[in-house]
């Protein structure tokens, strides 16, 4: 089946007794065992499995072309049961650009616990040189946050197997229809369901899909299900039902990143666009090879400063000024201010996040922001 099909139908149990078309919310916490004392449901108690999270588990894993997912409270909590599962003592390698989330929790949370070489994955040729006896994987994102910066994932999954490393890729700022990383040789999938996924702004989540059932995995699904930061019943129902538009959200949005990247990349006032779908971007090469589209993150350079840059974000009428991604509304967003005074983020960046709006409306607004600054 193809993507569009697989959203729709994947994980749609439909209860014969009631006749509902869509799946209903599993709000119990608990479920009835029979005289013999088996769970003729198959579930046994919520935080262990519920009929929601088994649906968006099975379309996760479905869309991911994996073997298994495991659905978490938020993308941190999928992240960190990754981190959780490594044994102590082991060495990770990580992108320098790291989401700043994990780069936080990799810094505190597990700074006694592992030892991190942040490096720039696009060098490709001098990441082997960072491999220790006890490195034990490498965690990829691509997109990368701020800067667009594309990572080569089977050149990477080459490095890993050669190593017998583990190789995990987050996989947010594509979602599943843009980039399969597991067909490119990975190991895990990360997403941040928050984002494209959910596609709303609404709903917190994330989700680990795995390429094979194996013994990492089951410290992985011990993770999840006794330390119990899972996706309650409602989040998986929107996540699920977000999942049937997804495919043609990613159009939407790859269309609109595409029309405000070529826009902006021709605007006097613009210093420069990191977008991957871009002739001009530095790995636009790899995006093309490994990414069927280019998704609705982009970020631009305001020319002059911190003052000229302020003034946009302050203009736009469409876009919100908020954090997030991925949502039908766009987004923008002053990075430096909000990774605070160590951030390394030029100080006139700006991060969009491409809604669904007709691009004609966000050209326009775009437009009259950076007039007169
Ligand atoms: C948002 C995000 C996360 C963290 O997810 P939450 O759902 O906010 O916990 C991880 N990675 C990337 C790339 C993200 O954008």
Known sequence: MKTETIAIHSGN???SATGDVTPAISLSTTFLRNENGD????????RVSNPNRNALETVLTALEKGADACAFSSGNTAGMAMFQALTPGSHI???????????????TLFKDILTIDFVDLTAISQIEGF??????MIWTETPSNPLLKITDISAIAAICKKHSIMLACDNTFASPCLQNPIELGADVVMHSTTKYIGGHSDVLGGALITAKKDAFWEKIKN?????GAVSSPFDCFLLLR????LPYRMRGHSANGMALAVYLENHPQVEAVYYPGLPSHPQHEIAKKQMSDYGGMLSIL??????????VVNKVQLFAQAT?????????????????????????????SVGLEHIDDLIADMKQALANL
């Open 13 to 15: 149990i439909i209860k």
């Open 39 to 46: 769970y003729p449901g198959g579930h046994i108690y919520s």
């Open 93 to 107: 390698i990580a992108p320098d650009d790291m989401y700043w989330g994990f780069k936080k929790q990799l810094q």
């Open 131 to 136: 491999i220790q006896s006890n490195t034990v």
């Open 223 to 227: 993770i999840q299900q006794v330390g």
């Open 242 to 245: 977000s999942i049937k538009t």
């Open 302 to 311: 305001v020319k002059g400063g911190n003052e000229e840059t302020k003034k």
């Open 324 to 352: 997030s991604l991925g949502g039908v509304e766009s987004l923008i967003e002053h990075r430096a201010s909000v990774e605070g005074p160590d951030s390394k983020t030029p100080k006139n960046l700006l991060r969009i």
